[in-house]
Nanobody, 124 residues
Framework: QVQLVESGGGLVQAGGSLRLSCAAS????????MGWFRQAPGKEREFVAA????????YYADSVKGRFTISRDNAKNTGYLQMNSLKPEDTAVYYC?????????????????WGQGTQVTVSS
């Protein structure tokens, strides 16, 4: 079993930056691939970014590619999502999730472990 806690959300103006953190406990973080997802009010949960266990391969939604960067520090059992050039449409609750097997890292239904989310609000 693994527990995840997101942090780093908040209120930022359009064009600003935030860095989200995902702290893992319970099992070795390096055993899991990690993904970030988000859900805005009245919208479906959508894929944002993912990273493999060794950090060698990353994946991004087209809507954030070039603006967001996913990374991980396995020695600290922590993953990150650096968000730059934020837009109002990025406003959502952001969730960290991990899975032990690699297949389609963009599919939220394949992740068994989730954090409780952190709110990101981008004002215009």
């Amino acid at each position: 079993q693994v527990q995840l806690v997101e942090s780093g959300g908040g209120l930022v103006q359009a064009g600003g930056s935030l860095r989200l953190s995902c702290a893992a406990s319970g099992r070795l973080f390096s055993s899991y691939a990690m993904g970030w997802f988000r859900q805005a009010p009245g919208k479906e949960r959508e894929f944002v970014a993912a990273i493999r266990r060794n950090g060698g391969s990353t994946y991004y939604a087209d809507s954030v590619k070039g603006r967001f960067t996913i990374s991980r520090d396995n020695a600290k059992n922590t993953g990150y999502l650096q968000m730059n050039s934020l837009k109002p449409e990025d406003t959502a609750v952001y969730y960290c999730a991990v899975r032990s097997y690699y297949s389609d890292l963009t599919a939220s239904e394949l992740y068994p472990y989730w954090g409780q989310g952190t709110q990101v609000t981008v004002s215009s």
